[in-house]
């Protein structure tokens, strides 16, 4: 499947979970392609299957039947044969950004963790490259020796991002990365990776509940319930004329952020 030019392509993709005496189906059957460079925005209510989704495409979570594949190769195949490659092109941005922060390393100290662990510049050579992530996100790179809890949950969200950026990935899976922030500073989160979708040529999964939050970002949606997908095509079809009444359902109830 080497000739496929879908740089994501899940195929009849179905992931179980055991609970107790009983098995949920998390994703049914789901397939979808991303071809690089785009933004395309995962939508639905909680318990859809987006973050089982996002477990799966970062290698997290293994498909129980279908199959997964980055640029040709399936995601068990890469776990396997390359691992720290596979970790530089495929990158994660979680909902909660204080928890996914070390909080006993400063800015400097954890994007350099990243910067070495991925030998991405030599030992003592990370202090430019910090600066420029840290601009890259709209963060004040004079900020460099705090510690998390010192920012904002925007801020910090914004050092989830520029760790992610880091190893220079070709993927970025962003899940749910601004529903824990303030509605306020949300638009901005939302913006920071608008930029750099665009500045970069970075592919985007970005999901969400907010319907609203992703069509500002994204020129595709797919929009799942249930496991499975229900409706997908371009942010303004799939916001301006929706065929599934599920997604006017999801439309109906988006309070908005005011960034449309
Ligand atoms: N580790 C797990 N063990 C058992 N069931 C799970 C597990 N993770 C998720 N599930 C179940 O799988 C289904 C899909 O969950 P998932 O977290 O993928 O949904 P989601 O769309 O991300 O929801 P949310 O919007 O609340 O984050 C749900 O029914 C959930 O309860
Ligand atoms: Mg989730």
Redesign the pocket.
């Known amino acids: 499947m080497n000739n496929d030019p879908a740089q994501i392509s899940v195929d009849a993709l179905s992931?179980l979970?055991?609970?107790g005496g009983h098995t949920?189906?998390?994703?049914d059957n789901v397939s979808l392609a991303i071809h690089g460079g785009e933004a395309v925005g995962i939508v639905?209510?909680?318990?859809?299957?987006?973050?089982?989704?996002?477990?799966v495409l970062t290698g997290l979570?293994s498909p129980t039947t279908g199959s997964a594949r980055i640029e040709g190769r399936t995601i068990a195949d890469w776990l396997r044969s390359d691992p720290m490659r596979f970790r530089r092109r495929v990158q994660m941005i979680f909902?909660d950004p204080y928890g996914s922060l070390n909080p006993r390393l400063t800015v400097r100290q954890t994007l350099a963790e990243a910067l070495q662990v991925h030998r991405i510049v030599p030992r003592g050579a990370e202090g430019e490259r910090i600066v420029e992530l840290m601009r890259a996100v709209g963060l004040d790179p004079s900020y460099a020796d705090r510690y998390p809890h010192e920012f904002s949950g925007g801020q910090r969200q914004r050092i989830g991002i520029a760790r992610a950026l880091a190893v220079d990935p070709a993927i970025l899976i962003a899940?749910?990365p601004v529903s824990a922030l303030d509605v306020s500073v949300q638009a901005q989160v939302l913006n920071v990776l608008r930029d750099l979708h665009a500045a970069r040529g970075l592919t985007l999964v970005l999901?969400a509940?907010d319907l609203a939050a992703v069509r500002y970002v994204c020129r595709r949606i797919i929009v799942?319930h249930r496991?499975r997908i229900v409706e997908e095509g371009t942010s303004d079809a799939i916001c301006e004329n929706p065929r599934d009444d599920y997604t006017r359902q999801l439309l109906a109830a988006v309070p908005s952020l005011g960034v449309q």
């Open positions: 992931v979970y055991r609970r949920v189906r998390a994703l639905g209510e909680s318990g859809s299957g987006k973050t089982t989704m996002a477990r979570v909902q899940d749910e999901i509940h799942m496991g």
